[in-house]
């Protein structure tokens, strides 16, 4: 029996690290619609607070990230987890170990760390959804080749049941939906010279997010405070996004994490496994960019608020978030390294510490956001917040590098290996 550790910076594949990078700035840049934005907007475009208009720039950016980032950097980023917590299962298998004991104090930890990150600094916190996730992985990895495959066949019927019946319903009773959205909003009543706020406002509104009373409700808590009412929103939001993972995405990250340990135990980022990379890059590609393109098509054909262009949409878009983050990271894996340095080293630092990297995405955009910062939010929509968020990426890739070179491990990762290893 050996004693477990950290994987040595000169042990770990510098391609892995890269697509964690450029994962991190996918995440982003999605993640800025939640960041700047009310909750009901930043999951309906076609509902803003008042005092905001999208220009042409703003949809064309909007469109574009739905098309080839929405969903799909954050399915990469569950792909490499899992291929994660198949590695630390596979060394613990090696050294004679049991995988839980190490592997449940990690994924412990990581709960912790996310239910502080969802509830009292942002509300998209994704780190609770990846440690209850993760233990279902860390479960399958006592599997067999042949059940590993059946189980994740299971998970992506799930899935696609999932999507299309998603899709079929929303269209099916978008009337109802909407009748019901407008006749909420009838009964509600407000002071325009004393609008509620905080808790309260969240009661008028009905709890629904895209209700007027909620978004301007959201701004003012956000933009202005006090805690307690910005709290409410945060809270409220990170209890709906909790709630709704068991229906929605959550498939979708346990399908990527299925496939992360598929990766691992077929050394598709092995240095041999160049060859099944390439072809599975293109074939990714080949499948997920028309898709891609199918996510935005109905929207620029049809009314962008119609049922039919938006059921269209998120099949699309379902259906490509499976191919295209298999096709980026055998991008990533294969070709980040031979990027040129002084892009692969930012990247590949900010990867190696991605734990420390996304907590920090989230303080710096929701100090640019809040009324302790500079008050952004609610101001402005997705081509100045796109360019901000991209400046937030480049300059926490700038100082990972720095810290790297200087510290080595980052200061959140630190914690959790300590916490891992009890070291």
């Not at 909790?242 to 959550?250: D, L, W």
């Not at 640019?368 to 952004?376: D, E, F, K, P, T």
Request: hydrophobic letters at 55%.
């Amino acid at each position: 029996m050996q004693t477990l550790a950290p994987t040595a910076r000169p042990d770990r594949i510098a391609g892995i690290d890269i697509a964690r990078g450029f994962a991190l700035l996918g995440i982003i840049l999605v993640n800025a619609r939640f960041f700047f934005l009310p909750f009901g907007s930043a999951i309906n475009p076609a509902r803003l607070p008042d005092g905001l208009a999208r220009t042409p720039l703003d949809w064309a950016v909007h469109d574009a990230i739905d098309a080839v980032v929405t969903f799909k950097f954050i399915s990469l980023f569950s792909l490499l987890f899992g291929f994660g917590v198949a590695t630390q299962a596979g060394k613990a298998a090696a050294a004679g170990v049991s995988r839980w004991p190490g592997g449940l104090r990690r994924l412990g930890a990581l709960l912790c760390i996310g239910l502080v990150h969802g509830f009292l600094v942002w509300d998209g916190d994704i780190l609770a959804l990846y440690s209850v996730l993760g233990t279902l992985v860390l479960a399958f990895a006592g599997l067999g080749d042949r059940w590993l495959r059946r189980v994740t066949i299971g998970v992506l019927a799930v899935l696609l049941l999932l999507t299309f019946a998603g899709a079929g319903l929303k269209w099916a009773f978008s009337d109802v939906a909407a009748a019901a959205s407008a006749e909420a909003a009838a009964k509600t009543t407000v002071d325009p010279e004393s609008p509620p706020r905080g808790a309260a406002a969240l009661m008028a509104a009905s709890f629904d997010p895209g209700s007027s009373t909620w978004m301007n409700a959201e701004v003012a808590a956000i933009r202005e405070g006090p805690w307690l009412d910005a709290f409410a929103f945060r809270a409220t939001g990170y209890v709906i996004a909790m709630v709704a993972a068991p229906f929605s995405y959550g498939w979708q990250s346990l399908l990527m994490m299925l496939l992360g340990m598929w990766a691992y135990r077929t050394g598709l980022f092995a240095a041999e496994g160049g060859a099944m990379r390439r072809k599975l890059a293109i074939r990714g590609l080949a499948v997920g960019l028309p898709l891609a393109l199918c996510t935005v098509l109905p929207r620029w054909l049809l009314d962008r608020e119609s049922a039919g262009a938006e059921a269209l949409s998120t099949i699309a878009a379902g259906l490509a978030s499976i191919a295209l983050p298999v096709a980026y990271a055998c991008l990533a894996v294969e070709f980040g390294p031979r990027l040129p340095a002084l892009i692969a080293a930012p990247v590949r630092a900010a990867g190696s510490i991605a734990l420390t990297v996304y907590l920090s995405e989230s303080i710096l955009c929701t100090a640019i956001a809040s009324w302790w910062g500079l008050a952004r939010f609610g101001t402005m929509l997705d081509a100045e917040f796109s360019s901000i968020v991209l400046a937030v990426w480049a300059m926490l890739a700038l100082g990972a590098l720095a810290w790297v070179r200087a510290f080595g491990a980052g200061p959140m990762e630190r914690l959790w290996r300590a916490i891992t290893y009890r070291a």
